[in-house]
C-alpha cells in the first residue's frame, strides 16, 4: 500500500511554468512506477506522464511532449512533474498515481491515486 500527497497547483498565466509534487508513503518507494493522468472539466481522465521505478524511462502524451518533465527522486519518495509553456488547455486537476507492477500509460494498470491538484491557466 502507498499513500500519495500532490502539491504544487495553482493559477498561471499562459506561457508559465508550474511544478508539481508527489509525495509517496508506505511501502518502498522504488518499487513502483509512477505515473501523472489529468481531468479536466468534462473531460475523461487521461494520461499525462510516466515513470519507470529507476527513472531511466519515460514516456509523455503527445499532448505534453517538448514541455512537461517528469522525474522521480527516490531518495525522497518524490515523483515531480515540471510543467513548462501552459497553455489554457493544461488547466485540469492533476492527479499522481502509483502502480504494483506496471510501468504504464494505461489508467487501469495504476492501482494507487492521490487527491489531485488544482491547475489553472488563465489565457
Known amino acids: 500500500q502507498v499513500q500519495l500527497v500532490e502539491s504544487g497547483g495553482g493559477l498561471v498565466q499562459t506561457g508559465g511554468s508550474l511544478s508539481l509534487s508527489c509525495a509517496a508513503s508506505?511501502?518502498?518507494?522504488?518499487?513502483?512506477?509512477m505515473g501523472w493522468f489529468r481531468q479536466a472539466p468534462g473531460k475523461e481522465r487521461e494520461f499525462v506522464a510516466a515513470i519507470s521505478r529507476s527513472g531511466i524511462s519515460t514516456n509523455y502524451a503527445n499532448f505534453v511532449k517538448g514541455r512537461f518533465t517528469i522525474s522521480r527522486d527516490n531518495a525522497k519518495n518524490t515523483v515531480y512533474l515540471q510543467m513548462n509553456s501552459l497553455k489554457p488547455e493544461d488547466t485540469a486537476v492533476y492527479y499522481c498515481?502509483?502502480?504494483?507492477?506496471?510501468?504504464?500509460?494505461?489508467?487501469?494498470?495504476?492501482?494507487?491515486w492521490g487527491q489531485g491538484t488544482q491547475v489553472t491557466v488563465a489565457s
Open positions: 508506505g511501502r518502498t518507494f522504488n518499487t513502483y512506477p
Open positions: 498515481t502509483a502502480s504494483d507492477s506496471s510501468y504504464s500509460v494505461t489508467q487501469g494498470d495504476f492501482e494507487y
